[in-house]
């Protein structure tokens, strides 16, 4: 059996890290409230289903001036991990951050405890799209 030198660590890590699977982020607009001041977005590349759970990343982004300033910067954009149990039709985040910029980009300016309690069946214009995409309903 022939043996190779020993590959240079920075070398080996550089191999490791083109080799990781990268997110490719496909934000799609889903919804917007009726004055047009916040839309949502859904990465569709983030849908996962397992049994009896989907988990999918949204974006909302909306007009900074309308939300109280956070560490002295009004919040642009949020960005929340969210569970969706189609069968018993109950929604909740599991992770959420505000963003200074559109489009979850800028400075994170804080991140919100979550994850929260289900909720079951909510109507909303903004959780109505969620059915269709997350369990086709």
């Keep these: 059996m022939r043996s ?17 699977a990268a997110h490719a982020e496909h934000w799609v607009e889903v919804t ?3 004055d ?14 397992y049994p ?9 982004s909306f007009d900074a001036s309308r939300h109280p ?8 954009s949020q960005r929340v991990n969210t ?15 505000a963003y200074s910029e559109p489009m979850g980009q ?6 919100i405890p979550l994850p929260s309690d289900w909720a079951i069946d909510p109507q909303d214009e ?4 969620l059915w269709q995409i997350a369990c086709g309903q």
Excluded: Y
Excluded at 37 to 47: C, H, L, P, R, T
Excluded at 52 to 60: D, P
Excluded at 106 to 111: F, P, R, S, T, V
């Design 52 to 60: 009896g759970l989907v988990t999918l990343s949204r974006l909302f």
């Design 4 to 20: 190779f030198p020993p590959l240079p660590t920075s070398l080996l890590l550089a191999g490791l890290l083109l080799n990781t």
């Design 32 to 34: 917007s409230s009726q």
């Design 36 to 49: 047009g001041a916040v839309k949502q977005f859904v990465d569709m590349d983030s849908i996962e289903r």
């Design 126 to 129: 903004f959780v109505r799209p």
């Design 83 to 97: 569970e969706i149990e189609c069968v018993a039709r109950a929604i909740r985040d599991v992770e959420a951050s």
């Design 106 to 111: 800028g400075d994170k300016l804080h991140e």
């Design 69 to 76: 300033a956070v560490n002295g910067k009004h919040p642009a």
